[in-house]
């Protein structure tokens, strides 16, 4: 019986460690920003606070900010550069009202983001894996880039390229597009990407898919095999 118990004991242990598994840093937090770590009490995130995997983050209003440095060992090792004594492999800022989830806690090492709500921007160190971003009516996979997203209840998920490649594929099925550095691309809900389109046809200095303008601009591409 005892010996039930402490192997009991270990694996609880285990579990508990996987859960809080570490993959980044607020390095900018403006107020209110609330964490919710699975299993764990909620709490308002403050700069310098340990980002843990499958922690999920509630940004209040619309002067809210967050900025996190990500761990190589969540986005891999490549081209980790040191920051404060860690690899750091990139960033993810997100800016107003949001809510995410920061990495998939009951798959350990699996690089992925969900954003259900709100505007964020994910940059990538050249020759890092990429990064699966999840949100209700698209998967991102984003490589080694430079990318926007505008998550909208109303709209759907709107993504906008800067550097790099995003290969966007809608969650109802078809092909995926691959977008390009300096194009944009709109998953409406229930529906497919549209066209790449140049980010010229965008109305500055906002991004918002509300000013959106044309969603034909350019043939799709599909993705390099």
């Given at each position: ?7 009991l004991?270990?694996l ?28 764990k009490?909620a709490?308002?995130l403050?700069?310098?606070?340990p ?8 940004l ?5 900010f ?12 490549q ?11 990139g960033?993810?800022?997100?800016v107003?009202a ?7 806690h009951?798959r350990?090492h699996?690089?992925?983001l ?16 990429p990064?699966?971003?999840?949100t ?13 997203f505008?998550?909208d ?14 290969t ?7 092909d995926?597009v ?11 809900h ?11 046809h ?7 898919p509300?000013r959106?303008?044309d969603?034909?601009?350019?043939p799709a591409?599909?993705?390099?095999r």
């Amino acid at each position: 019986m005892r010996r039930v118990t402490v192997v009991l004991l270990a694996l609880g242990l285990l579990g508990t460690s996987a859960a809080a598994e570490e993959i980044g840093i607020a390095m900018l937090v403006r107020p209110e920003v609330r964490g919710f770590p699975p299993g764990k009490p909620a709490r308002d995130l403050v700069a310098r606070d340990p980002i843990e995997r499958g922690l999920r983050v509630l940004l209040t209003r619309r002067e809210a900010f967050l900025q996190v440095y990500l761990n190589r060992e969540f986005g891999g090792n490549q081209a980790a550069r040191n920051f404060d004594g860690r690899k750091i492999s990139g960033v993810l800022t997100l800016v107003g009202a949001g809510d995410a989830e920061l990495g998939d806690h009951e798959r350990s090492h699996a690089p992925k983001l969900r954003f259900n709500r709100g505007k964020f921007k994910l940059s990538l160190l050249p020759g890092e894996p990429p990064i699966d971003v999840d949100t209700p009516e698209a998967v991102s996979g984003v490589h080694g880039t430079d990318a926007g997203f505008l998550v909208d209840p109303e709209v759907g998920t709107f993504v906008r390229v800067y550097e790099g490649v995003v290969t966007v594929r809608a969650k109802v099925g078809g092909d995926p597009v691959e977008v390009e550095a300096g194009q944009w691309v709109l998953v409406p809900h229930g529906g497919r990407p549209t066209r790449p389109a140049p980010m010229k046809h965008l109305d500055e200095p906002d991004d918002s898919p509300f000013r959106l303008s044309d969603f034909t601009t350019q043939p799709a591409a599909r993705p390099h095999r």
